[in-house]
């Protein structure tokens, strides 16, 4: 993995990740998360479901990016990601990390073929054909798709802008999948931070696994993707939404 890849991974990126939980906060307030066994517990669990199509997405998204330049593929893809976020709060989260992840990673890389074609597709009004696409955007892709595109999506071609291949995207985003829900868990339960770390130490090998699996589906059809479901996932998250007070985005 390129050092420029290792960028994506650091949670100093300004990509708006810090203000996301990933279902930690509302894990919290109904008492499913309450310490470092649960927490390891609930992380074991997103990291099979929601990490697992992440990493399938970031890794079908990175292995086009250099050589799709726009049209019915990213349609496509994200139609299939919105497929796989049933939860219509969980989808809005996803665009909105997607929107703060393209906007810091086209300052980083401003000609990355990927990159440019997504923003394209944001930019384009609802009914019009994207650059070279050669049809009218389907009804899926207009709306929601115009604003912003899902993380994942941005996250493969952002590997692929900093030099990295599908492997290493789906590795990032597996990594990402439970990296965050730790760091907001130590915020949210006062856990020691040595200890939170020792938790995401002992699922490296786990997170390995699920981005090769992840890593697998690059060069299919995006139909084709990981969809593994999360129904207490995708309940916490419009709990969450509803929530009176709430320290976290999602």
Known sequence: MSVAALLLGDSRFPAGGHAHSGGVEPAVTAGTVRDLETLEAFLRGRLRTAGLVAAGIAA????????????????????????????????????????????????????????????????????????????????????????????????????????????????????????GPVSAAVRLLALDPMRATGVLARLTREIDEVAERGAAFAGGPPGDLPCASAPALDLLAEAHIRAEVRLFES
């Open 60 to 179: 079908c998204a990175c292995e086009r990016a250099a050589s799709v330049s726009g049209g019915p593929f990213w349609d496509d893809l994200d139609a299939e990601a919105d497929a796989r976020t049933p939860s219509p709060a969980q989808r809005e989260a996803s665009r909105r990390q997607g929107r703060a992840l393209l906007r810091a990673a086209r300052v980083a890389w401003p000609e990355a073929t990927g990159l440019l074609a997504i923003a394209a597709a944001v930019r384009a009004r609802p009914g019009e054909a994207g650059p070279g696409s050669g049809r009218v955007t389907s009804d899926a892709a207009r709306g929601e798709y115009r604003g912003g595109p899902h993380h994942a999506i941005v996250l493969g071609a952002a590997a692929a802008a900093a030099g990295a291949g599908p492997g290493a995207a789906a590795r990032i985003a597996a990594y990402q999948a439970v990296a």
